[in-house]
């Protein structure tokens, strides 16, 4: 009987990981490094974040910084789960990170863009993935970010969905009806 290959979990990684990654993903999109783009996220928001850059005036320059953390980060979600191949999974992770950051603009030429550069609290939860293949373990890569699930979003979405399934048992109770 073979054993499957488990990854090491290093879960004290995970916080400074997800911070390094933020910081090189949002400096590399303020520089418009593509190639740096390219080894640390994932596709979909690679294509997003590609597209912003493609998308700038000509000329422009955007420095982003981040000035301190407002709050520790923390993981609010850590998960793993198999894949059909043999010895392969995903694991991701969701980190909660509080800071001051900014984001200042220069035009063509080179005098910043006025109502840029103020500082501003930013909650954000980034989503870091790993993959395992055949045996093999992957780099943490950027995922994406995600919204805060409130209760109130919980609820709201299956009063919605119940509210929903009622509507339809009327219905299919109001034609049961006319065909008797």
């Known amino acids: 009987m073979s054993k499957k290959p488990r990854p090491i979990l290093r879960l004290r990684q995970t916080v400074p990981t997800a911070l390094a990654l933020h910081r090189r993903m949002y400096t590399a999109t303020a520089e418009g490094d593509l190639d740096t783009l390219r080894k640390i996220t994932a596709s979909g928001l690679q294509e997003t974040l590609k597209s912003r850059i493609l998308t700038r005036p000509p000329g422009e320059r955007l420095v982003w910084s981040l000035h301190k953390y407002t709050k520790s980060p923390r993981v609010v979600s850590n998960r793993a789960g198999t894949l059909p191949i043999d010895g392969s999974g995903i694991r991701q992770a969701v980190v909660r990170i509080q800071s001051t950051q900014s984001l200042t603009r220069y035009a063509a030429d080179g005098k910043m863009v006025p109502g840029t550069g103020n500082e501003r609290e930013v909650k954000e939860y980034v989503v870091i993935q790993k993959l395992l293949w055949e045996g093999k373990e992957g780099p943490?890569?950027?995922?994406?970010?995600?919204?805060?699930?409130?209760?109130?979003?919980?609820?709201?979405?299956?009063?919605?969905?119940?509210?929903?399934?009622?509507?339809?048992?009327?219905?299919?109770?109001?034609?049961?009806?006319?065909?008797?």
Request: proline share 0%.
């Open 140 to 180: 943490w890569i950027l995922w994406g970010t995600t919204e805060e699930t409130t209760r109130h979003i919980v609820t709201s979405s299956w009063s919605e969905k119940l509210n929903g399934r009622r509507h339809h048992i009327l219905a299919l109770e109001s034609k049961a009806t006319l065909i008797v």
